[in-house]
C-alpha cells in the first residue's frame, strides 16, 4: 500500500540513497508537472517528500510546493544557504565537521565509514537521526568484515552512553533493529513510488537515472529499450508483476529477521537480476548491522533498559548458506 510519494524536482536533485545520481544538467519539473503530482498525492493520501537540487528555485515553486504537508531533502549546500526545519532531512557526500540538521544522511564508502568512524561517532551528540547509507555495497569483500564489525562497535559506544545521559539519537543501522519486530525496508514499488521532472513514475530515483543514461532495462523485460517508467501523471501507475516486489515473494527475506535491511530493489537487480532477491554482500553488511544491534541490546539491558522482545544470537551472516532451516 502506498504511503509516499517522491517528487525529484530536477534532474540535479541530491541523491540520498545507494544509487549515485550522474545527471548534471538542469531540468527542473514544470510547475504545471509539479502541480499535478502534488494532486495525486492528495488524492492517493500519500506524504510528500520533494529532493531538491542544490540550486535556488523560483518563489513560485515554494509557493506551490507547501500547498502541501512535506519533508524535503536537501544537500548540503542548501542546507548552509538555509534553514532546515525539524522535519528537513540534510543530504551529506562526506562527514562534516557538523551537521545542519536534526535529520541527515550520510552517504560513504565502506572504505571512508571504517575509517571516518570516530568523525562519525562525533556527530551523534548534534542529530535526532542519522541514516548511514553505503554507496558501494556491490565492492564488499568478506575480507572488511571485521573492520566493518568494529566501525559499528564505534557507533554503539557513543549510542549507549548518549542514552544514559537522556538523549536518545537513533542510527538507521544500528538502533532501527531495537524497535522493529517485522521487516521495515526500503518499499520502493511497494510503499512509495517517484515522480520525475518528465511526469513519469519510477520504482524510485534510481531507475529513473538508468533510463536518463541508457542503462540497459532487466526489470520490465517486455520492453527491449532502456525505458524504467511506470507510468505517468496522466494514465497512473503500471507496475508489471507488483507482487514481486512484495516481501511476501521474497523466500529468503520473508523469514529473516534483519529488519532494518534496506532491501535495495534497485541494487537487487543491479547485483542479482531479480529486484526481489538481495546480493550476498547486502545480506552480510545487514547480518553485521543486525548482530551488533544485538550487541547493543545487551549493553541497554546490563544498563537498566528494558525491551519487548530479545534479538537472538545467530551463527551466519547470509541466509542463503543456511536457507534449508528456514
Same mark, same amino acid.
Given at each position: ?119 562519525? !561517532? ?7 537521526? %542519522? +541514516?548511514?547509507? =553505503? #554507496? ?7 575480507? *572488511? ?112 529477521? !534483519? ?7 534497485? %541494487? +537487487?537487480?543491479? =547485483? #542479482? ?7 550476498? *554482500? ?45
Amino acid at each position: 500500500m502506498l504511503q509516499y510519494l517522491v517528487i525529484l524536482l530536477d534532474d540535479t536533485s541530491a541523491t540520498y540513497c545507494h544509487a549515485d545520481n550522474p545527471l548534471k544538467e538542469r531540468n527542473l519539473i514544470p510547475l504545471d508537472t509539479l502541480k499535478k503530482a502534488i494532486l495525486f498525492g492528495m488524492k492517493e493520501n500519500l506524504m510528500i517528500q520533494y529532493v531538491l537540487p542544490e540550486y535556488e528555485l523560483p518563489k513560485e515553486y515554494y509557493d506551490v510546493m507547501e500547498t502541501i504537508d512535506n519533508v524535503k531533502i536537501l544537500g548540503a549546500a542548501v542546507a548552509k544557504r538555509s534553514s532546515p526545519t525539524s522535519t528537513d532531512v540534510v543530504v551529506y557526500n562526506e562527514v562534516p565537521d557538523t551537521i545542519a540538521a536534526k535529520n541527515a544522511v550520510l552517504r560513504l564508502t565502506i572504505a571512508n565509514f571504517i575509517a571516518k568512524q570516530y568523525d562519525i !561517532a562525533a556527530l551523534l551528540p548534534q542529530v535526532t537521526r %542519522l +541514516n548511514i547509507c =553505503l #554507496t558501494n555495497i556491490e565492492t564488499f569483500k568478506d575480507e *572488511q568484515t571485521d573492520d566493518y564489525r568494529k566501525a559499528l562497535a564505534t557507533l554503539n559506544a557513543v549510542i549507549l552512553n548518549q542514552y544514559k545521559s537522556g538523549k536518545q539519537p537513533q542510527v538507521n543501522i544500528l538502533t532501527d533493529r531495537l524497535q522493529l519486530s517485522e521487516m521495515h525496508n526500503c518499499g520502493a514499488g511497494d510503499s512509495n513510488i517517484t515522480v520525475a521532472p518528465n511526469g513519469k513514475f519510477y520504482l524510485c530515483p534510481a531507475f529513473y537515472y538508468d533510463e536518463k543514461t541508457g542503462v540497459s532495462n532487466r526489470l520490465n523485460h517486455h520492453k527491449p529499450s532502456s525505458e524504467r517508467s511506470i507510468g505517468d501523471l496522466g494514465t497512473g501507475l503500471q507496475i508489471p508483476n507488483p507482487q514481486l516486489l512484495k516481501l511476501d515473494h521474497a523466500p529468503l527475506c520473508r523469514v529473516c529477521d !534483519a529488519y532494518h535491511c534496506n532491501r535495495c530493489i534497485w %541494487l +537487487n537487480q543491479k =547485483l #542479482t537480476w531479480d529486484a526481489n532477491t538481495p546480493s550476498h *554482500q547486502q545480506c552480510v553488511l545487514a547480518h553485521l548491522e543486525r548482530n551488533t544491534s544485538r550487541d547493543l541490546q545487551q549493553q541497554f539491558k546490563e544498563a537498566g533498559f528494558a525491551f519487548e522482545s530479545d534479538i537472538k544470537q545467530i551463527d551466519y551472516l547470509d541466509p542463503f548458506d543456511v536457507r534449508e532451516q528456514f
